[in-house]
């Protein structure tokens, strides 16, 4: 039976774009299914007890860009560390990624879920910005336009909010979060853990 791995992130996330191709590749590895869910973090925070970025403390935010620096050059990644756009505005991009998955198009949906993420931390762009959007929709092979306009239905923000719903009571409270079964792998630097599990089947 194909296992199913149910992935709780956020397109403004750095942390979720440092784990996005290894995630990826460990998923194909093991053959699993991956069901991506662009969750509101805002709204799981308040109900979590997370607090956004600008509401920590001096001293998390100063080590939060340690960090970051860190991980860029331990995997080799060109990340911005302060990018232009964050935080962009992720509602359009969250409920294209959305519209792919409820139809039936996940691997569509993980990949511009990723390539939204990419453009976001490595290339400085305005990630909100519907031809943005459209853009990069239309580099991992779905037609932009009329994706970005499908995107703007409301049945896709009600979608989001039950998504966030779940989440929370399923007992996600960080991003990106892999869940297998009832097993949570809160944060990029746990996909190790997450992979012995897929290995122990």
Known sequence: MMREIDYFLSLNSPWTHLGAARFAALAARHHARVRIFPVDFGVIFAATGGLPLPRRSPQRQAYRLQELARWRDHLGLPIHIRPRYFPANETLAAQAVIALRESGEDEKALALAHRVLQALWEEARDTADPAVLAELAG??????????????????????????????????????????????????????????????G
């Open 139 to 200: 580099e991992v092979g779905a037609d932009g336009d009329a994706l970005i306009a499908r995107a703007e239905d409301p049945r896709w923000a009600e979608q989001r909010a039950r998504d966030t719903e779940a989440a929370i009571a399923r007992g996600v409270f960080g991003a990106p979060s892999y869940v297998l079964g009832e097993e949570i792998f809160w944060g990029q630097d746990r996909l190790d853990f997450l992979a012995r599990r897929l290995d122990a």
